[in-house]
């Protein structure tokens, strides 16, 4: 089984409506990210957490916010989605002394 | 800020060909140096590293040097197969277990 899963794996939307978008992960670690990916800019951070309790911005938040339920959960949930919105979204985490991050399958958004 | 910057555009390559991959970066301190692959519908995973100047990753036939001097980490393969077909992504660490990624590039290997 996948250490770090995202559900949906896609996902079509109308502007306006609000959607969340779920990762788990097996792997016992503390910090876990929320990346957006586009066609020619790479990967940005959205947001990031360090454990339960601890929720911080990435470079690109506006739009979005998230929930970190448990330490093996992490929630990223667009409010009210818009067409720029449209993209590949990815799950990642890393244990406390890692620098290296894993990632999950990701989830395609589609925002019509 | 820091940053880290990527050839522009796609490779394309025939298979046994060499290819390279140019990445250099901009940070304060010694972040340590990535190398993420995404192949085809498929998350991000860690090729190789490099944690200090002068350090080597390797894995899967691909290699990276970790260059202080010219703030370098460019990536090589001596002879690449169609598998090798994905997009390539530098990163560094930002400290507090963040990650700054370059843009990516798709490669594609042709029989």
């Known amino acids: 089984d996948a250490d770090v899963t995202q559900t949906p794996r896609n996902r079509i939307t109308k502007t306006g409506k609000r959607i969340m978008l779920e990762c788990s992960q097996t792997?016992?670690?503390?910090?876990m990210y929320w990346y957006r990916q586009d066609p020619g800019l790479g990967l940005r951070l959205i947001y990031y957490?360090?454990?339960?309790?601890?929720?911080n911005k990435g470079e690109i938040s506006d739009g979005y916010s998230v929930s970190r339920q448990a330490q093996a959960k992490f929630s990223l949930s667009l409010e009210s989605a818009i067409p720029n919105q449209t993209a590949l979204y990815f799950c990642?985490?890393?244990?406390?002394?890692?620098?290296?991050?894993?990632f999950g399958p990701g989830t395609r958004l589609l925002v019509l | 800020g820091d940053s880290v910057t990527q050839m522009e555009g796609p490779v394309t390559l025939s298979e046994e060909a060499f290819l390279t991959i140019n990445c250099t970066y901009t940070?304060?301190?010694?972040?340590?140096l990535f190398w993420y692959v995404q192949y085809p519908g498929e998350g991000l995973q860690l090729l190789l590293k490099?944690?200090?100047?002068?350090d080597k990753g390797s894995n899967k036939g691909f290699e990276a040097t970790y260059r202080k001097e010219t703030t370098s980490f460019h990536l090589e393969k001596g002879s690449v197969q169609v598998s090798d077909s994905a997009v390539y992504f530098c990163?560094?660490?930002?400290?507090?277990?963040?990650?700054?990624f370059g843009k990516g590039n798709q490669v594609v290997v042709i029989p």
């Open positions: 792997k016992g670690h503390d910090r």
């Open positions: 940070a304060t301190g010694y972040p340590s």
């Open positions: 990163a560094h660490s930002e400290g507090n277990n963040r990650l700054a």
């Open positions: 957490s360090f454990d339960v309790k601890d929720i």
């Open positions: 490099a944690t200090k100047a002068d």
């Open positions: 990642a985490t890393s244990g406390p002394t890692q620098e290296t991050q894993y």
